[in-house]
């Protein structure tokens, strides 16, 4: 059975995450905090997300309105479902720390790729429909070789397709340092 799907290109610009740190507390429980840069490699802002926690603090922003609105725009293009109101700073915050989230895993994901020869997928299982509670998360290797169109479709679709509250899932593809991002939507049959 063929499945009809929209695999889109997740694009962030020239910011670069660094000083990515990972935490992973005795409860389990993740800590990150990390810093955004431009292209010069100048600070934009610092970011930390506490454990078990839905929001993100927000630090040393230098970030002009025009560049608020570029990253507002890189991410209503990933994901065309939400907007995001730059004038809310509890918006803000969370809007910054996404998109700085987003640039931390591939920072990591490319890094990681690097020490192993294996294709490393990076993937979250969504709805358009609704909100999800509990995400699945996951990041599982596959053997060198494989091309990506082959991991949509022979690795990650037949897995989404389980979950019948799900349609869609954004998948970092990382080999050999370079990271790919994807949104990977099913289409519904008209």
């Known amino acids: 059975m063929k499945i009809k799907y929209l695999k889109k290109r997740q694009e962030f610009g020239d910011y670069q995450a660094s000083r990515v740190i990972w935490i992973t507390t005795l409860k389990e429980e993740l800590l990150i905090k990390f810093n955004i840069l431009d292209k010069a490699g100048n600070l934009m802002y610092q970011i930390s997300e506490q454990p078990e926690s839905d929001t993100y603090e927000l630090y040393e922003n230098t970030l002009s309105v025009e560049q608020l609105q570029e990253i507002a725009g890189l991410l209503q293009e990933n994901i065309p479902d939400i907007e995001w109101d730059i004038t809310d700073e509890e918006e803000l915050a969370l809007m910054l720390g996404y998109f700085g989230e987003c640039l931390a895993r591939m920072q990591w994901l490319s890094r990681e790729s690097k020490k192993d020869n294996d294709i490393i997928v990076d993937f979250i299982f969504d709805s358009t429909e609704k909100a999800i509670k509990d995400e699945i998360s996951q990041t599982e290797y596959v053997e060198t070789g494989t091309t990506e169109d082959e991991v949509i479709e022979q690795f990650l679709l037949p897995r989404l ?10 998948v970092n593809i ?4 370079v990271v790919n991002s994807y949104l990977v939507t099913i289409q519904a049959d008209e």
């Not at 397709?161 to 954004?170: A, C, S």
């Not at 990382?174 to 340092?177: S, T």
Request: proline share 0%; aromatic share 8%; charged share 45%.
């Open 161 to 170: 397709i389980e979950r019948e509250e799900m349609n869609r899932v954004f």
């Open 174 to 177: 990382a080999e050999a340092g």
